[in-house]
């Protein structure tokens, strides 16, 4: 299992286009986008789970692509480094 994410969305994007456009490249176990808490519009990102060999077709047929008007930007999701952000004391 392979996840990617997925970049520069419009803030209209649903789970379910997202689903559809990755399933011409096989089948997709999940969808997540982050979503903003007071609107519960997509906010421009999220991230997509699916078998290895058919995640690398996504990518490599994916990124770049235009998607509502906006480049997609399409990767293996990179593990975050450091903690969880913010100020230091």
Known sequence: M???YVGNLS???QERELTELFSQFGKVRSVRLASDVFT???RGFGFIE???HEARAA???LDGRDFKGQA???NEERPKI???GGRRR
Do not use: F, Q
């Open 82 to 84: 450091g903690g969880r």
């Open 2 to 4: 392979l996840k990617m």
């Open 50 to 52: 699916m078998e290895g």
């Open 59 to 61: 990518i490599a047929g």
């Open 40 to 42: 519960g519009r997509c």
């Open 11 to 13: 803030p209209e994007t």
């Open 72 to 74: 997609l930007r399409v």
